[in-house]
Every structure is written in C-alpha cells, then in structure tokens.
C-alpha cells in the first residue's frame, strides 16, 4: 500500500520560504520518479516540479523555475519542496505524486495535500 503524506505547508507573507515535505513508504520509494503539483481554488490541478528516481534529474513548471527546488532524500523516503520568494500566486493547496517514469506514465499515488497561503 502507497500512503504519501505532505507537510510544511503554513501562512506566509510575499517572499518569505516555505519547506514542504512528503513521506512515502521506504521499501518502494527510490523506484518512482516523484512530482509536486498545486491547486488553487476554483483552478485545475497544475503541476510544480518532479525528479528522477535517483539520478537528481528535475523538471520544473515556468511559473516557479530559479524559486522553487524539488530534492528527494532516498535514506529517509521523503521529498522535498524548497519554495524562496514566494507569492501571492503561490497559494494553493500542495500535493505530492509518484510514478515509474520521470517524463511519462500516470500520476497514480498521491497524497492529501498541504495548504500554503501566500499574503501580499
């Protein structure tokens, strides 16, 4: 069974830094690419960042690329969503994803997600 459990997530004014953290099951985690990805309210689902299984290879949307760094640390199962100079239009409901490939295949593990609130 996948359980992935996002954290991290707080209140935050314009341009502060926010770490938010997923943990997943240790056994399987070093063989999915892992992915971040936010929902506004009223928006769809749009993605953030992934990274490759074990190779650091990452993928970022335009809107985040030089703030945001997604890392993962295979020893401790978690992922990593380091967000600098946040704004406004950050605020969105945060969840972390997994799946085999880095750059295709379903998103089929998710988690319940993280708030984050960007105040201007």
């Known amino acids: 069974q996948v359980q992935l459990v996002e954290s991290g997530g707080g209140f935050v004014q314009t341009g502060d830094s926010l770490r938010l953290s997923c943990a997943a099951p240790?056994?399987?985690?070093?063989?999915?690419?892992m992915g971040w990805f936010r929902q506004a309210p009223g928006k769809e689902r749009d993605f953030v960042a992934a990274i490759s299984q074990n190779f650091g290879l990452t993928r970022y949307a335009d809107s985040v690329k030089g703030r945001f760094t997604i890392s993962r640390d295979n020893a401790e199962n978690t992922l990593y969503l380091q967000m600098n100079s946040l704004k406004p239009e950050d605020t969105a409901v945060y969840y972390c994803a997994a799946r085999p490939s880095l750059d295709y295949g379903s998103w089929g593990y998710w988690g319940q997600g993280t708030q984050v609130t960007v105040s201007s």
């Open positions: 240790g056994r399987t985690f070093s063989f999915y690419a």
